[in-house]
């Protein structure tokens, strides 16, 4: 995993960006940004490309990430690397007065069991979850015919691992819904969003301090939209994946700001090696 770039098929919020991109009257420019070239795959520049970084872990949660305009866009998004991460990860932008039918059909599909991630403070307190509903430790491999209780042969549906079981014996994965957005516009968002009223909201409690280096909230207690999904994947029970996601926040962190002060990545550092001994072998 070294400098090398490598060719990656575009994820979500690549579609997304670029279809933002194509609805653009003018180019787009990040605060302070330049013209100089950047990797299509990463958003860096491309002496300090990512790509080679990307971790392969296996996840079993999905992330469905609601953008506000131009989030998607921004160099310095962590929604972005959720998605190099998470393979079901889904993106839409938001919008006051329409929504992505596509959104809808997510949300309602019954093989996810959606939860809005959003501080329980906000929020009327019967909606306020803090842990997966009927969730289980996630087991190492996928139990065969999980769902029914064959020991029993009386059609029971039971909890399996990393999810629940709907009246049909379905395992429901997590889909966690992320407002992908700075905390002003979350909160609009989230009081706009009436598709997103019936369902329930996981409310994180983390002691942790925000690493997010790129762009600060005020409160410390605010995280950036990679650590809430690393935050989930951990509630999830997919301990290895979070791990994953945290490593390479420090390391896309290290490369953007490398890049903004015109110093080369230091590519054997600690942030690099404890990335590439959580990342799977391709």
């Known amino acids: 995993m070294g400098g090398e770039r490598t060719v990656m098929e575009p994820h979500a919020v690549s579609r997304l960006r670029t279809a ?7 180019p787009f420019r990040a605060r302070g940004g330049s013209d100089v070239p ?16 990307r971790p392969v872990v296996p996840t079993r949660a999905g992330m469905c990430l609601i953008m506000a ?4 866009l921004k160099p310095s998004n962590t929604g972005w ?30 093989q996810w069991q959606p939860y809005v991630v959003f501080p329980g403070e906000f929020v009327a307190a019967e ?29 029971q549906a039971k909890l399996s691992p990393n999810g629940v079981v709907d009246s049909g014996g379905l395992l429901k994965r997590p889909l966690f819904v992320l407002l992908d957005a700075t905390w002003p516009e979350a909160r609009k968002m989230f009081r706009k969003s009436p598709y ?41 029970g997919e301990t290895h994946a979070a791990q994953a996601l945290e490593a390479y926040l420090d390391v896309f962190t290290h490369h953007y700001l490398q890049a903004k002060h015109q110093q080369p990545p230091d590519r054997d ?11 799977l072998p391709t």
């Open 20 to 26: 933002r991109l194509a609805r653009s009257s003018k």
């Open 196 to 236: 997103l009223d019936k369902l329930p909201v996981l409310s994180l409690a983390s002691e942790q301090i925000s690493r997010y280096k790129l762009r600060r909230s005020r409160r410390d207690d605010h995280f950036c939209t990679s650590e809430v999904g690393a935050l989930c994947l951990e509630l999830a």
């Open 69 to 72: 305009d131009i989030e998607a």
């Open 269 to 279: 550092g600690a942030a690099h090696v404890r990335l590439r001994g959580l990342a």
């Open 81 to 110: 690397l959720i998605a190099d991460v998470v393979a079901d990860t889904f993106a839409f932008g938001w919008a006051r007065t329409e929504v992505d039918p596509a959104l809808l059909a997510l949300l309602a599909d019954p």
């Open 38 to 53: 950047r990797c299509p795959g990463c958003r860096l520049v491309l002496s300090h490309c990512l790509c080679a970084e």
């Open 127 to 155: 909606r306020v979850v803090t842990d997966l509903i009927g969730h289980h430790p996630v087991r190492p491999e996928p139990v065969e015919g999980q769902g029914f209780d064959p020991s029993t042969g009386s059609g």
